[in-house]
C-alpha cells in the first residue's frame, strides 16, 4: 500500500476508536506510518481524508445488508425483502462500537465543517441509490437520478431515523417487523378504498 491508502485506512481505526472530533492528524499519523505532509497532499486536509474515512466505512456496510444473501430468497419490492433487508441493518447498529454512533457525532457537527457535510451530501445521494436495489431488485447503476431523490432519499431519511433511535436508546428503537407493520398501516391507508 502507498500512504494515500494507509492514511485511509488509519483514519478509519482512529475514526472507530476516537471518532471524528477527538481524531487528530497526529493519531491518524501515527496509526497509518505515515508523516504530516502526506495528508495535506494526499487528501488536502485532514478533515478531508476523515470524511472520505467515514464514506468508506459507511461503504463497507453494504454486504451486511444483504446478510450474504439472505434478501435473495424473498420477492424485490415486497414486505418480506423490506422486513429482511431492515433487519440486516438493524443488525449492523446493535453492536459496541458501531460506525453508526459515529454517524451520529457526524450529522452534530457537520454544520461546522462545510468540506465534510459537502463530501457526505454526495455520499448519502450514492447511500440512497445502494439501497434501491436491496429492496427493489435491479441494479445499482440502473437506479435513475430521479428515484435516487425521491425513494432512495426516503430509505436513507428512514434509515438516519433508526441510527438516531438506536444510538439515543437501543431498548425501545424499532426492530424490522416495526418498521414492517408500520409500512404496512402507511400502504392501506393510501389505498383506494
Avoid at 500512504?3 to 485511509?8: F, I, K, P, S
Avoid at 450529522?107 to 436495489?133: K, S
Avoid at 438506536?166 to 402507511?186: H, M, S
Amino acid at each position: 500500500m502507498g500512504h494515500r491508502e494507509d492514511l485511509l485506512e488509519g483514519a478509519k481505526r482512529c475514526l472507530l476508536a476516537k471518532g471524528f472530533v477527538r481524531t487528530t492528524a497526529r493519531d491518524v499519523v501515527k496509526e497509518s506510518g505515515t508523516n504530516l505532509a502526506s495528508i495535506g497532499y494526499h487528501y488536502g486536509s485532514k478533515d478531508a481524508l476523515l470524511a472520505q474515512a467515514y464514506i468508506a466505512l459507511v461503504e463497507g456496510m453494504g454486504d451486511a445488508f444483504d446478510g450474504g444473501g439472505t434478501v435473495d430468497g424473498t420477492e424485490p419490492g415486497s414486505l418480506e425483502r423490506f422486513e429482511q433487508v431492515w433487519s440486516n441493518i438493524i443488525g449492523t447498529m446493535k453492536g459496541p462500537g458501531s460506525i453508526w454512533r459515529l454517524s451520529m457525532e457526524v450529522l452534530a457537527i457537520g454544520d461546522q465543517l462545510p468540506e465534510v457535510r459537502d463530501h457526505l451530501a454526495v455520499a448519502q445521494r450514492e447511500a440512497g441509490r445502494g439501497l434501491i436495489p436491496l429492496l427493489m431488485g435491479g441494479r445499482e447503476e440502473d437506479v435513475a437520478d430521479e428515484t435516487a431523490d425521491t425513494l432512495g432519499m426516503f430509505y436513507v431519511t428512514l434509515m438516519t431515523g433508526l441510527i438516531a433511535q438506536w444510538t439515543f436508546d437501543p431498548k425501545t428503537a424499532p426492530g424490522a417487523e416495526q418498521l414492517t407493520a408500520g409500512l404496512r398501516r402507511v400502504v392501506e391507508a393510501a389505498a383506494p378504498r
